[in-house]
T-cell receptor, first 115, second 109 residues
Framework: DAGITQSPRYKITETGRQVTLMCHQT?????MFWYRQDLGHGLRLIYY???????DKGEVPDGYVVSRSKTENFPLTLESATRSQTSVYFC??????????????FGPGTRLLVL | GDSVTQMEGPVTLSEEAFLTINCTYT??????LFWYVQYPGEGLQLLLK?????DKGSNKGFEATYRKETTSFHLEKGSVQVSDSAVYFC????????FGTGTRLTIIP
């Protein structure tokens, strides 16, 4: 089905391990985003990408790495997970529809627990 | 930088009550304004948007008007239903989205 998907939906890992969260969209949207959602903070932007091979930092990029070799995929890697990275992570995309480039469409989220 | 301030929750209302969730913003340019809704266990969905001053966004009985003079975008609904129970986020877009902290709304029958 068309849309934006995230995997895994749930992940438990240990401090110090590397974790990669996957995001895939089928709309050919140019922009993709990664957010984390924490109680009391709303959604905070981690990284975003305007196109393949173009990425930029958001509000809270430390401890995260992204890549975008293909337009449809935007993986987020926690190189050495910490307990403070326990959160719900949302991927979003935007930009394909003329006159509606700003509307972002969100995936279902990945719940990550770092022990 | 840009910021969004929205009504602290949680908000609990009876079915058919009138709803207002306040949202004010600070921005240097002329952003578009959005309300997103998040149902339990799901990602965010666009509820409505407005792209310029005095525009009114509306969807599913919800409305919000872009008020440049008061830098506000308050969400309203005349008669809420149990199915409206969710978390509501106000956001502005000036290349990137900036979100408020969210307001949890619970409607009791």
């Amino acid at each position: 089905d068309a849309g934006i998907t995230q995997s895994p939906r749930y992940k438990i890992t240990e401090t110090g391990r590397q974790v990669t969260l996957m995001c895939h969209q089928t709309w050919s949207h140019s922009y993709m985003f990664w957010y984390r959602q924490d109680l009391g903070h709303g959604l905070r932007l981690i990284y975003y990408s305007a196109a393949a091979d173009i990425t930029d930092k958001g509000e809270v990029p430390d401890g995260y790495v992204v890549s975008r070799s293909k337009t449809e995929n935007f993986p987020l890697t926690l190189e050495s997970a910490t307990r403070s990275q326990t959160s719900v992570y949302f991927c979003a995309s935007s930009g394909a529809v003329a006159g509606d480039q700003e509307t972002q469409y969100f995936g279902p989220g990945t719940r990550l627990l770092v022990l | 930088g840009d910021s969004v301030t929205q009504m602290e929750g949680p908000v609990t209302l009876s079915e058919e009550a009138f709803l207002t969730i306040n949202c004010t913003y600070t921005a240097t340019g002329y952003p578009s304004l959005f309300w997103y809704v998040q149902y339990p266990g799901e990602g965010l969905q666009l509820l409505l948007k407005a792209t310029k001053a005095d525009d009114k966004g509306s969807n599913k009985g919800f409305e919000a008007t872009y008020r440049k003079e008061t830098t506000s975008f308050h969400l309203e609904k005349g008669s809420v239903q149990v199915s409206d129970s969710a978390v509501y986020f106000c956001a502005l877009s000036d290349e990137k989205l900036t979100f408020g902290t969210g307001t949890r709304l619970t409607i009791i029958p």
